[in-house]
Structures are given as C-alpha cells and as structure tokens.
C-alpha cells in the first residue's frame, strides 16, 4: 500500500501565498514520471486544489499533481523539484526508467492581458490559483499525449511488416509467435490509451471561473491538443483494424488446420476398418 505521508515542502504549512515580484519570469517543468500518480490520502494544509492535487512548494513555487502520470512544477530550484520527485517514488505506478521533462517559460507581466506568444512564454498577469491549474492542466495534456503518440507510433511501425507481406505474397506471415506478440502490444496500448487522458476536457477551475477559458483556449491551441487527439484516435482505429484482421487470419488458419486434421483421422480410421475387414478377415 503507497505511503501516505505527505510531500516535503520548504515553507511552513501555514505560510501564506508566495509573493511573486511584479515582473518575473518562471520556469514550468513538466515531468513524466510513470503511467500513474496515486494521489489518494495526501492531506496538507497547503492545497490549492484537490482536482488535480496542486499545492505550494519550495520557497515560492507549486507542483500540479495527474494521476496520469505527469508533474507539473513551476517556479521550483532544481533542489526543490529533486525533493517532490523522490517523495512521489512510493506513489508511482508503471514507473519510467527515464523521466522525460519539458521546460516552458511562464512570464509574470501585470500590465498586459493574458496571451500565449507562439514559440514564446506564456504571459500573465499574475500566477493566481486559476491561471495555475489551467497552464499545469494544457502542459500535463501535451506531455500525456506526446506519450501516447510514441507509443501508437511503434505499435504501428511493428505491424507495417506483416501488412506489407500480406499485401505482397497474399499469405500470412510464417512467424506466428512475433504475429501474436504484435497482436498483444496493439492491444496493450489500445487499454492504455483508451479514456487515459481526456483531452479536450476543460479543466474543472473552469466550471466554477470561466473567465480563464480564452486562456486555456489559447494555450490548447498552442499545443494542438484537438488535432493530436484527432490524429491519434485514428492511428488507434488502424491498429483496432490491423490487429482484429491478424486475428482473423489466425483463427482461420487454426480452423483449417483444425478441418485438415479431422480429414486425416477419419482417413485413418476408414482405413485401418478396411485393414480389419480384409485383411484380418482373410485370414
């Protein structure tokens, strides 16, 4: 059972908000750590929010907790994020060997509107609660599915040989075991992918402020969310089809198989009957 002690954190638990200077510049690192956060009994007297679990960290940052997998920390010394990593270790399920993490530039700017520079920062006003959630939620998505696409792509990229021999000789290919490994990693990421990440769900700050919704928009738009999505659900379709048709092949080939050998046994007993009947009747 994971350990239910909470994460360490720098300021005092009854600290107020981290005061943030009133132009600065923070760094968002989005970690993917495993195929699953368990955030299930962490109680603080920090939290910024529950769904997703953020909190306030280190000496004037945050940590945006997904069960999915994905951290995102913002305005944390490298100390800071090492600290939140290694106290997330018992929580992590499907852990990756690897952690990938990618940086974006958040700008504190009070005297401009919220926007999102293409290949830029991402600039608002002020790191308030809402804006916190809605920049963490777009980045955990980009990272979740990012994710996601490497591994349809390799799926993919295992089932283009038996597709091409199939096309090219008409016959199914004679490694039977590597057809069926294939058939059980396609399927493997189908359970994987399948309602994982909702992408284009809007994150629940919005419910309740949807003030911050052209900010989410814009930042959905920046990172293409709908269009991946969209492109990754048919990749899935072409491996659902793939590997329903090398099962059908299989299965077929099983069943005549299967026919070719009921032939063959009520060969052999016709002929082992005429075996008694003539010859042993002969005698």
């Not at 009133?22 to 955030?39: F, V």
């Not at 980009?142 to 490497?150: I, K, T, V």
């Not at 349809?152 to 490994?181: C, D, H, S």
């Not at 299967?258 to 046994?265: C, D, H, N, R």
């Amino acid at each position: 059972m994971p350990d239910s002690s909470p994460l360490p954190v720098s300021a005092p638990a009854a600290a107020p908000a981290p005061a943030t200077p009133a132009r600065a510049r923070l760094t968002a690192r989005t970690l993917l750590l495993g195929d699953r956060i368990d955030t299930a009994g962490l109680e603080r007297s920090d939290l910024v929010s529950t769904t997703p679990l953020a909190f306030r960290s280190g000496v004037a940052g945050y940590a945006v907790l997904f069960r999915y997998g994905v951290a995102v920390l913002i305005g944390l010394s490298p100390v800071e994020e090492d600290e939140v990593v290694r106290a997330l270790g018992p929580r992590l399920f499907g852990r990756y060997e690897q952690v990938e993490d990618e940086s974006t530039l958040v700008e504190i700017a009070p005297e401009q509107d919220d926007q999102v520079v293409p290949g830029g920062p991402v600039a608002i006003r002020a790191l308030t609660p809402p804006r916190l959630l809605v920049i963490a939620d777009v980045l955990a998505k980009n990272a979740a599915l990012s994710r996601d696409e490497r591994e349809a792509a390799r799926v993919l990229e295992v089932m283009e040989p038996f597709a091409a021999t199939l096309a090219r000789t008409g016959k199914t290919p004679t490694n039977r075991r590597q057809m069926l490994r294939t058939i059980g990693q396609a399927l493997q990421v189908q359970h994987r992918l399948a309602g994982r990440v909702e992408i284009e769900d809007k994150p629940d700050i919005l419910w309740d402020q949807p003030e911050f919704e052209r900010l989410w928009l814009r930042l959905a738009d920046e990172y293409e969310l709908k269009e991946r999505a969209t492109s990754l659900a048919r990749k899935l379709e072409v491996i659902d089809d793939t590997a329903r048709a090398l099962t059908e092949l299989i299965d077929t080939e099983r069943s005549v198989r299967l026919e070719m050998t009921i032939v063959l046994l009520i060969v052999v007993e016709v002929l082992v009957t005429f075996y008694e009947l003539f010859v042993r009747g002969g005698h």
